[in-house]
């Protein structure tokens, strides 16, 4: 099993900048494709990001492209989402994911673990 917990989140100006933070424990980080999703009120969840286990490949959803980066580090086992130039439409809760896939899917029930969310409020 793995748990996921992260941070980051808060509220910033449009343009404005943040990096959120996702933690993992229980099984081997590096075994996972790891990905960020967002869900804003009474929209369905969406993928953002995610990056592959070994960090070789990686994907955005066409919004974000240019502005958001995901990374990861294995040896802290832990992923992030740096996030520039916020948009108020980037205003949501932010969930990160591990999946058990060696290539990147986006739909949410390709996703086996779940961290809690962090909100990221973005004002105009």
């Known amino acids: 099993q793995v748990q996921l917990v992260e941070s980051g989140g808060g509220l910033v100006q449009a343009g404005g900048s943040l990096r959120l933070s996702c933690a993992a424990s229980?099984?081997?980080?590096?075994?996972?494709?790891m990905g960020w999703f967002r869900q804003a009120p009474g929209k369905e969840r969406e993928i953002v990001a995610a990056?592959?286990?070994?960090?070789?490949?990686?994907y955005y959803t066409d919004s974000v492209k240019g502005r958001f980066t995901v990374s990861r580090d294995d040896a802290k086992k832990s992923v992030y989402l740096q996030m520039n130039s916020l948009k108020p439409e980037d205003t949501a809760v932010y969930y990160c994911?591990?999946?058990?896939?060696?290539?990147?899917?986006?739909?949410?029930?390709?996703?086996?673990?779940w961290g809690q969310g962090t909100q990221v409020t973005v004002s105009s």
């Open positions: 990056i592959t286990r070994t960090g070789s490949s990686t």
């Open positions: 994911a591990s999946s058990r896939h060696p290539f990147i899917l986006r739909s949410t029930v390709r996703y086996d673990y």
């Open positions: 229980g099984r081997t980080f590096s075994d996972y494709t």
